[in-house]
Nanobody, 122 residues
Framework: QAQLVESGGGLVQAGDSLRLSCAAS??????KGWFRQAPGKAREFVAA????????NYAESVKGRFTISRDYAKNTVYLQMNSLKLEDTAVYYC?????????????????WGQGTQVTVSS
């Protein structure tokens, strides 16, 4: 069964770094994305990467701090998060969509992982 499994979340202090992983079973050549959802807020786009070409797209709020990458052989996508801020606290979800467009809407993705909690404290 095709699935996306996130890992790497945790509790860190502001300014720290964290790397999230999303191991995919199936979804070969699918564009992969990261989204996040803070309590009481809508799920929002963070970053996306096209599988073959490696084109990336980032939300303005994370540009220069977060980096999305993929390991082709492991079928895994990563989100390196540096200079974490309190407002980065959220459940982070991995998502996959057929096609190469690094799109940003929740509705553009129809495959989701279970999420991993990231908490940034002061």
């Amino acid at each position: 069964q095709a699935q996306l499994v996130e890992s790497g979340g945790g509790l860190v202090q502001a300014g720290d770094s964290l790397r999230l992983s999303c191991a995919a079973s199936g979804f070969a050549d699918f564009t992969k994305g990261w989204f996040r959802q803070a309590p009481g807020k809508a799920r929002e786009f963070v970053a996306a990467i096209s599988w073959s070409a490696g084109r990336t797209n980032y939300a303005e709020s994370v540009k220069g701090r977060f980096t999305i990458s993929r390991d082709y052989a492991k079928n895994t996508v990563y989100l390196q998060m540096n200079s974490l801020k309190l407002e980065d606290t959220a459940v982070y979800y991995c998502a996959a969509r057929r096609g190469s467009g690094v799109l940003t809407l929740v509705s553009d993705y129809n495959n989701w992982g279970q999420g991993t909690q990231v908490t940034v404290s002061s």
